[in-house]
């Protein structure tokens, strides 16, 4: 039966979702979660939908004292299918869940990257999902072959690309919470006997070649799709000037990949630090990435995505406007952290992710490739959440206006989860495709229960809110 739980405040990644709802429901089983929807609806109780508490905006997986908010931790389950070739994951899972269970049968899943103890499945997945395995196998979300689901009136439907339900499973492969709630995800297994992935960390005077080596990735570097990067830059102004880093992963048994010499070259960029090797499984990199989670605890934290196409002075720009406002910033808001990550999405990701039906973010290959570069704040007082959000709405004026001075440099495309709320995430999809949502939406949830009673998510009424 549904269980009455007490969550610890870190389970949620920031301070700013610690609310308060007036009961907590852990549905064990599917039906159990239509049981909870359907008396939710009856009553027009208002409710939200935790998976793994991993984005920062208040109400994207909470409810305060006026809701009930239904937690998917109970459903916990890992099933492999008999020849292991997919395996069932409960929407309660993490991604370090995840690959501790397929590590011994030296398997994986494309899913999340660095500190996956703190990513969860669903949200993830609904998101589309940018994974190290992207550049070889697509979205994340390109690699689910079955959700389990239920609908706004409590059916419990299974969505395939092949069934009567292929509408759905085509718009949860990245068009957010708007259709249904997920409670499990049958995702396609990889061998992995072996993978090279950790963090390099830099000196702090490597600015111009650590941009260098980014833009050199992602132009020529990402065209070896078993590599991956994820780059950012971080400052924490209380410790001194910004420091460079790197995770790097290939799949495969090799650390020195040429499409990775840049930044394992010494003589690119003087190291500080390197964790970056081969080994047995991801649970293993999980257990490092997530070292440091404690040190999070307690803090308020804000994402925000500008996206680009790859352009060397536009990675310029981002840096040099984020570190100058950043600078000004530090004055108001104390014990600020702040990171600015630049990920890339080559042409490759994008055309393997047309597997099954296509995704309805339809990115365009033909641009690619492009940058996804998140700012990320993280502060200690609430007193200062007016400010972040202040800060980060100048931040994106700022920037995007010395970008469109570059030419056709902007993307419209905003990678879901790594959006603010007052970013139009939808304004970036296909207008055929948002018309599309539109129309799954209506067919499944007529009256619009998961856009109205139930909080979180970009809606696709309201595109801007949460």
């Known amino acids: 039966m549904a269980a009455y739980i007490e969550f610890d405040a870190p389970e949620f990644i920031s301070a700013t979702s610690w609310l308060g709802p007036a009961c907590i429901v852990a549905p064990t089983v599917a039906k159990e979660m239509s049981d909870a929807v359907k008396m939710l609806v009856d009553g027009q109780t208002p409710f939200a939908i935790r998976g793994g508490g991993h984005m920062p905006i208040p109400n994207a997986a909470n409810i305060d004292s006026s809701g009930i908010l239904l937690a998917s931790t109970a459903l916990n389950q890992l099933i492999l299918t008999d020849g292991k070739e997919t395996i069932e994951v409960g929407s309660g899972n993490k991604w370090a869940d995840v690959y501790q269970h397929l590590e011994s049968h030296r398997l994986t899943v494309v899913g999340g990257r660095a500190a996956q103890g703190l990513v969860g499945v669903p949200g993830f997945l609904l998101g589309g999902g940018i994974s190290f395995f992207s550049n070889e196998f697509g979205w994340a979300s390109a690699n689910v072959v079955r959700f389990d689901c239920v609908l706004a009136n409590g059916d419990l439907v299974s969505a395939t690309a092949e069934n009567e339900f292929s509408d759905l499973f085509w718009a949860l492969r990245g068009g957010g919470n708007s259709f249904a709630i997920v409670t499990a995800f049958h995702l ?52 001194g000037e910004p420091t460079y880093h790197a995770i790097l992963f290939y799949n495969g048994d090799s650390a020195t990949p040429p499409s990775l010499s840049n930044f394992t070259d010494t003589d690119t960029m003087e190291q500080t630090n390197s964790t970056f090797r081969v080994r047995p499984s991801m649970y293993d990199w999980t257990q490092e990435a997530d070292g440091d989670r404690d040190n999070l605890r307690g803090l308020r934290a804000r994402f925000h995505v500008v996206s680009i ?37 080559a042409e490759r990701f994008l055309t393997i992710s047309e597997k099954n039906g296509g995704d309805p973010m339809a990115v365009d290959a033909s641009q690619a490739p492009y940058i996804q570069a998140e700012a990320a704040l993280l ?38 989860n790594y959006a603010d709320d007052t970013q139009p995430v939808f304004e970036g999809y296909p207008e055929k495709n948002v018309k599309n949502l539109r129309k799954v939406r209506d067919s499944y949830d007529p009256t ?19």
């Not at 006997?193 to 960390?201: D, F, K, M, T």
């Not at 990675?315 to 040099?320: E, G």
């Open 188 to 239: 396609m297994t990889l061998s992995l006997p072996e993978v090279a992935v950790g963090e390099i960390s830099y000196k702090s005077d490597v600015a111009d070649a650590f941009l260098d080596s980014t833009y050199h990735f992602v132009k020529s570097g990402s065209k070896d799709f078993k590599a991956g990067i994820e780059p950012r830059v971080q400052w924490i102004p209380s410790r």
């Open 309 to 345: 196409k790859a352009d060397r002075q536009a990675l310029q720009i981002l840096h040099d406007v984020f570190l100058a406002m950043i600078r000004e910033l530090s004055s108001d808001v104390g014990s600020l952290v702040a990171s600015l990550a630049l990920v890339p999405i």
């Open 379 to 416: 502060w200690p007082s609430p007193e200062d959440d007016e400010t972040i959000v202040n800060f980060l709405s100048a931040f994106d004026s700022n920037v995007t206006d010395q970008l469109r001075g570059l030419g056709n440099v902007l993307s419209s495309y905003l990678y879901l």
């Open 448 to 466: 619009m229960i998961f856009t109205k009673l139930m909080a979180g998510g970009w809606k696709l009424a309201e595109e801007n809110k949460i």
